[in-house]
């Protein structure tokens, strides 16, 4: 695996990087050798926060986690990722689709914890019109909703903005690749 590791207002330690790889190092079965594992550390007064993205073929898995302990958040990290390594192995087994970067012992490892099946229990349609993302940062704050899913009218495709943490907005626009 290629760690590709940086950090925002802290100096990545010869100790922080070898904890990362030794942490980050037991997820290697599920991935080929050439994966790329990106690291994002950072420091914002007292939370020490990192950021792991792995794009594996169509889909990133990706987590954040922070606490008071850089040390911390590194295990933290890494259990999420693994969970999510799980599900998504469950997923890919059940839908036959073998074709992806990982290695085979990925396939044949027992696992007994059980997974969580994906069921939609609730469909929602409703007309959309089209709106500047400003103004669906707004309806979204009169739905009192997290997340507002709208036809931008800029560029007639559908987007979504959502509310961050630090009381900011982001904007989702679709890719395709």
């Known amino acids: ?29 599920y991935f080929t050798p050439e994966t790329d594992i990106v690291v994002t550390l950072s420091v914002e007064k007292e939370r020490q926060k990192i950021e792991v993205t792995i794009p594996v073929k169509g889909t990133i ?11 911390v958040s590194i295990d933290l990290v890494e259990e999420v990722i693994e969970r999510q390594l799980r599900k998504y192995k469950t997923k890919l087994i059940a ?4 074709d992806v970067p990982f290695s085979t012992g990925f396939f044949e490892e027992e696992d007994d914890t059980p997974e969580e099946e994906v069921k939609i229990i609730r469909t ?15 309806q979204m704050e009169l739905l009192g909703h997290n997340f507002f ?3 931008n009218a800029e560029t007639d495709e559908v987007n979504v903005v959502y509310r961050r943490k630090n009381n900011t907005y ?4 679709p890719e395709f690749q």
């Open 1 to 29: 695996m290629n760690y590709i590791i940086s950090g925002k207002n802290i100096d990545v330690t010869p100790g922080l990087k070898q904890t990362i790889e030794k942490k980050l190092g037991k997820l290697e079965r």
């Open 61 to 71: 898995i990706r987590s954040e986690q922070e606490s008071n302990d850089m040390y």
């Open 95 to 98: 839908k036959h689709q073998e």
């Open 124 to 138: 929602k349609r409703f007309g959309i019109k089209p709106m500047y993302p400003e103004d669906a940062c707004i």
């Open 149 to 151: 899913v709208f036809c």
């Open 170 to 173: 982001g904007l989702i626009e």
